[in-house]
């Protein structure tokens, strides 16, 4: 069965360093999102992407947040100066439209 | 804004049948959706209502009245292996399907 795929599954930064998490949407799929997951918390929409650019976005999503399909298979997400505030798990998801999203098993991301 | 409210946690017996509901205050609506989650991982699709009324799949139906903003999750013989939490998400847009989600039933089955 066709999954969505994350790497890493975690990562270690410091405050301040630039971060690039990687997703590998189902392949037939043409929407693709990330979503947070602060400790205990509920899960946050950050993006959604759709024929190369961004159709929604929320407010969490911030210039120091951007997203890039830069091939026919990824797609990243990149936070350009890490805060403690964003440590969380982060999923990627895919959907063939406007219906179920497949969520990926996550990246979790600490900020020391 | 949008809001999506559904109880923080629910404890049922194995065997039973457990009902857990979500209302929701939503700026539109194109579809409600319930999402299982396992403790450390990622939320996997369950059910996915856009017309009111009863969608039933294996033990798992779910229920949606767009006019009271209401939906339920209905879990059937219930296993141990149900225990987790369950995620009411809505789309509350036709434009970038995105999924705003509550805060989770965190549902403990006991034998």
């Known amino acids: 069965e066709p999954e969505v795929t994350q790497t890493p599954s975690h990562q270690v930064t410091q405050m301040g360093q630039e971060v690039i998490l990687r997703c590998v949407p189902i392949s037939n799929h043409l929407y693709f999102y990330w979503y947070r997951q602060i400790l205990g918390q509920k899960v946050e929409f950050l993006v959604s992407f759709y024929n190369n650019e961004i159709s929604e976005k929320s407010e969490i999503f911030d210039d120091q947040f951007s997203v890039e399909r830069p091939d026919g298979s990824n797609f990243t997400l990149k936070i350009r100066s890490t805060k403690l505030e964003d440590s969380a798990m982060y999923f990627c998801a895919s959907s063939e439209g406007n219906n179920e999203q497949f969520f990926g098993p996550g990246t979790r991301l600490t900020v020391l | ?111």
Not at chain 2, 63 to 77: D, I, P, T
Request: with cysteine; aromatic share 12%.
């Open chain 2, 1 to 111: 804004g949008q809001n999506i409210d559904q109880p923080t946690e629910m404890t049922a017996t194995e065997g039973a049948i457990v009902q857990i509901n979500c209302t929701y205050q939503t700026s539109g609506f194109n579809g409600l959706f319930w999402y299982q989650q396992h403790a450390g991982e990622a939320p996997t699709f369950l059910s996915y209502n856009v017309l009111d009324g009863l969608e039933e799949k294996g033990r798992f139906s779910s229920f949606l009245s767009r006019s009271k903003g209401y939906s339920y999750l209905l879990l059937k013989e219930l296993q141990m292996k149900d225990s987790a939490s369950y995620l009411c998400a809505v789309d509350p847009n036709n434009a970038g399907n995105m999924l705003t989600f509550g805060g989770g039933t965190r549902l403990m089955v006991k034998p």
